[in-house]
């Protein structure tokens, strides 16, 4: 690259693996997060996790995502966040009302599922879930180990 970086020192995203496995997403959206300038360099280097958060909405109709732990940045002195603090999201009026219905008729969960970098800013991907039962769960693993079974063996065939 022209300044010097590799393709490793770039920042990657944040995923929260348990997502797909504990629930079935539904409609997806991209959500814009408030970070304070230490909580920034902190998901720089990769130091935020995703997995236990959820989305909630407060008195005033905001969505606020609540449990998502950023830690501390290691130089930030005074002025350093706390980790667990609950965090604004910015999203359209049409996209909260449709997030806030799904919440409130069918029971549903809004969780993130990966914090990622667009175009220098920090964006959330969030959607609306429903909790798998443990049948269902087992179903997409021998569903998983079936697909990585014949993908074995189609390569061997081809060889």
Not at 13 to 38: M, P, Q, Y
Not at 96 to 111: F, N, P, R, Y
Request: glycine share 6%; aromatic share 6%.
């Amino acid at each position: 690259m022209a300044n010097g970086k590799r393709a490793s020192d770039l920042p990657r995203e944040i995923r929260n693996k348990k997502a797909a496995h504990d629930f079935s997403i539904g409609d997806k959206f991209e959500a814009g997060i408030v970070l304070c300038g230490t909580e920034v360099k902190a998901i720089r280097q990769g130091h935020a996790q995703i997995s236990d958060a959820f989305v909630r909405f407060s008195r005033e109709g905001e969505a606020v995502l609540f449990n998502a732990n950023i830690a501390e940045y290691n130089f930030g002195n005074v002025e350093n966040h706390q980790a667990t603090q609950p965090r604004k999201l910015l999203l359209h009026k049409s996209q909260l009302k449709k997030l806030k219905s799904a919440i409130e008729m069918d029971g549903l969960a809004v969780l993130p599922l990966r914090m990622f970098f667009s175009h220098g800013l920090i964006k959330v991907e969030i959607a609306i879930c429903r909790g798998k039962k443990l049948f269902d769960k087992r179903e997409a693993l021998k569903k998983r180990t079936e697909l990585r079974e014949t993908e074995r063996a189609l390569a061997r065939f081809r060889r």
